[in-house]
């Protein structure tokens, strides 16, 4: 394998990774902003009050993008799969 292909196939991956990890780890941090605001204007010093949110939104998130995840995944590892195994036949 060329040094050129690897590395086009380590930047896709890592493309791949932000992109489907983005949406999801960009609602909880919203969550937990709009949480440690909350918890500021009402002086609340309880940290257990914080993780039950961003765990269902986390939770709630992936079951909705799950399909666009899949598909996402799917396009990157196909054309992949295609080029790196040996051709049958």
Do not use: C, H
Not at 4 to 20: F, G, K, Q, S
Not at 23 to 51: D, G, R, W, Y
């Amino acid at each position: 394998m060329e040094p050129n292909v690897a590395i086009e196939y380590a930047r896709t991956t890592l493309l791949t990774a932000l992109t489907v990890a983005a949406p999801l780890l960009a609602s909880v941090l919203v969550i937990a902003l709009i949480l440690a605001i909350l918890q500021t204007v009402l002086n609340l010093q309880e940290q257990t009050l914080t993780i039950v949110p961003k765990v269902v939104t986390a939770i709630l998130m992936t079951v909705l993008l799950a399909p666009w995840m899949l598909q996402a995944l799917m396009e990157f590892t196909l054309p992949l799969l295609r080029d790196v195994l040996p051709q049958r036949g």
